[in-house]
């Protein structure tokens, strides 16, 4: 391996020791990096049956072998662990710069176990690393975090942190870094997970070279693709994910009114592009070794005065549901909710989806007054929206109930509450309603984190996206019901995405699975060709189902909400539409070579070499 070795620093807080390792190529060829490497630690070398919160419990924050290199949209890099939302398989990607900050300082991967005594954070340099106190730092919202720690160790350090919500144990809680830019390692509450080690933070600089196996080969290679990437993704630089708010709601995928709700087209336009950019855009913001730009930075902070500072602007995800979800239709009202997730480190997707379940649990008299403590949660109330998040983070209030997530809300409410819980393995659905694409509906049922449209991303592909090496010549029809093998190939592609690790968005530039084992290979210096690529893929989301059944997953729970299986839409593009789930579970299943399980048999585990 002359351009590639993955460094792995271990730290044990409980001992207060660090360590670090190098992972063979014999390893990295089977589970690349990212969320596979992950993946492979917590199976092989993780405790098997640990309480997420347990000091016991292993925190891994992973890059890829791509990770800030010359590769399209290489910043990104993966957070991951058992999930104390759901009690299964819990990961997370970010963009911004600490992935590829992290690795110029020497260091590919960082595993944490053991719990403090007190608040610490780490500061990872090219020297090395230290321990350090972190008490002062208690209290302190991300942006403050960072800029604390910029103070203390290094103007241009990246920070990696969570805020009160993470310190306050709410499963919701998110990983941040970027400060005021708010990117987020948002989904499965692994924030919460790190504030239960007493870690506050992981500050990383580095001036090292990233090593790259043939550098002038891939410069060349980036170099010959750049226009047409630059071309391709135009639209999404332009008017980044905003800009699909108002088609979305046009298709019938938007979620409107906790996903009850088929039609609303003036609150779209309220809270979509136009009017975004009309009222709180300033410029684009692109993470580390982007060229498309799609993030937005925004001129209006929670205190609503455009000059006090800039940060990160809502994307499509926090639009749609903290926004349609909840009938707010006030881009402001939803920025400062926005913002308030961002600070507080908490995922805006779970968020918007718990406050949008307790307006229709509250509307419909399933919520004792007891737990409400004076909250009247109603549609269309975003200062209720506000102040509930601001409870969730701070662990007081009805927001405290709310932040244990589903599994433990619905517990404790009548059966009746778990008809309109929009939920799969306890994670709340992101904004893409799964009558509207039936790949989607299949890829939430059986994806390894629960309701997720970016561990198969297929509805592109139904919309917009081709990928000829996997017979997908051209764009597919998104009521079609021959979906079971579109959405095994497409997870395992993604999972690909997640290990390398690269922006799935290079999708919209034309990237297509050969260039990511053409650079691969550039990086690494180890050959791979897209079948092989592929195959590494399988083998990672079946070896994180196999984490998933050790960890009480059964094939009765790779299921959809009632609502998204028997109520059509009566109106708009996808009226009428029901997601066949059960014929598409058994297409899925063949093409997966699954058993009777619901998962890989030993001789498809021998197959994979897992």
């Known amino acids: 391996m002359d351009g590639y070795k993955f460094r792995l620093l271990d730290v044990d807080l409980t001992k207060s020791e660090t360590d670090t390792r190098s992972i063979g190529s014999e390893t990295i060829q089977k589970f690349i990096g990212g969320s596979g490497l992950a993946a492979w630690l917590l199976w092989s070398e993780g405790p098997e049956d640990p309480d997420p919160l347990a000091p016991e419990a292993h925190l891994v924050s992973m890059t890829g072998p791509l990770t800030g290199t010359p590769a399209s949209s290489?910043?990104?890099?993966?957070?991951?662990?058992?999930?104390?939302?759901?009690?299964?398989?819990?990961?997370?990607?970010?963009?911004?710069?600490?992935?590829?900050?992290?690795?110029?300082?020497?260091?590919?991967?960082?595993?944490?176990?053991?719990?403090?005594k007190g608040p610490v954070y780490l500061w990872i340099t090219g020297d090395g690393v230290e321990i350090r106190d972190a008490s002062h730092m208690m209290g302190k919202d991300t942006f403050q975090t960072e800029t604390t720690l910029q103070g203390e160790t290094h103007p241009k350090a990246v920070v990696s942190c969570i805020g009160p919500a993470g310190e306050n144990g709410a499963n919701l809680a998110c990983v941040m870094t970027d400060g005021p830019h708010g990117r987020a390692a948002g989904r499965c509450g692994l924030g919460a997970v790190m504030g239960a080690k007493n870690l506050k933070a992981m500050a990383v600089f580095g001036k090292g070279k990233i090593p790259i196996a043939r550098r002038q080969e891939l410069l060349k290679d980036m170099e010959g693709m750049m226009k047409s990437i630059q071309e391709m993704s135009a639209a999404i630089r332009r008017a980044g994910t905003p800009g699909i708010v108002i088609p979305q709601e046009e298709l019938g995928s938007f979620p409107i009114k906790n996903y009850a709700q088929d039609r609303w087209p003036e609150g779209a336009q309220k809270i979509g592009w136009p009017s975004m950019e009309e009222t709180l855009f300033i410029q684009n913001y692109r993470c580390a070794g982007c060229v498309l730009g799609c993030g937005r930075t925004v001129g209006m902070n929670?205190?609503?005065?455009?000059?006090?500072?800039?940060?990160?602007?809502?994307?499509?995800?926090?639009?749609?549901?903290?926004?349609?979800?909840?009938?707010?239709?006030?881009?402001?009202?939803?920025?400062?909710?926005?913002?308030?997730?961002?600070?507080?480190?908490?995922?805006?997707?779970?968020?918007?989806?718990?406050?949008?379940?307790?307006?229709?649990?509250?509307?419909?008299?399933?919520?004792?007054?007891?737990?409400?403590?004076?909250?009247?949660?109603?549609w269309g109330d975003g200062d209720v929206a506000l102040k509930l998040i601001q409870q969730m983070g701070e662990g007081k209030g009805f927001g405290k109930f709310l932040a244990q997530g589903y599994q433990g809300i619905l517990e404790a409410l009548p059966p009746e509450a778990g008809e309109i819980a929009m939920q799969v393995k306890g994670l709340g659905f992101p904004a893409h309603d799964p009558r509207a694409y039936n790949s989607t509906a299949l890829s939430f049922a059986t994806s390894n984190r629960g309701a997720c449209h970016l561990q198969g991303f297929t509805h592109v592909f139904e919309r917009a996206v081709t990928e000829p090496s996997l017979g997908i010549h051209e764009v597919l029809d998104r009521l079609g019901t021959e979906k079971g093998k579109m959405v095994a190939d497409l997870q395992n592609l993604m999972a690909v995405y997640d290990s390398l690790s690269v922006c799935k968005f290079n999708l919209f530039a034309g990237v297509k699975v050969k260039d990511l084992a053409r650079w691969f290979g550039m990086v690494t210096g180890m050959e791979m060709d897209y079948k092989e690529l592929l195959l590494a893929g399988e083998r990672i989301f079946n070896l994180k189902r196999l984490l998933n059944f050790r960890w009480g997953v059964t094939p009765d729970m790779d299921t959809l909400p009632e609502r998204m299986l028997k109520t059509a839409k009566k109106e708009g593009l996808s009226k009428g539409n029901l997601p066949p789930l059960e014929k598409m579970m058994k297409q899925y299943c063949q093409a997966r070579g699954w058993d009777a399980s619901g998962g890989p048999d030993p001789n498809k585990r021998g197959e994979l070499g897992i």
């Not at 005065?305 to 939803?334: C, F, H, M, Q, W």
């Not at 600070?343 to 509307?363: K, Q």
């Open 74 to 116: 290489s910043g990104r890099h993966g957070v991951a662990g058992r999930s104390p939302l759901t009690g299964f398989w819990g990961e997370a990607n970010v963009g911004g710069t600490w992935g590829a900050m992290l690795r110029r300082a020497g260091v590919d991967g960082v595993r944490v176990s053991g719990k403090a």
């Open 302 to 378: 929670a205190s609503n005065d455009p000059k006090s500072g800039l940060t990160g602007g809502p994307e499509y995800e926090t639009l749609a549901l903290l926004g349609a979800n909840l009938l707010v239709d006030d881009i402001r009202a939803v920025q400062r909710m926005n913002e308030a997730c961002n600070r507080l480190g908490m995922d805006v997707i779970e968020a918007g989806s718990l406050i949008g379940f307790a307006m229709e649990a509250f509307e419909k008299g399933l919520l004792p007054s007891d737990l409400l403590e004076g909250m009247e949660p109603r």
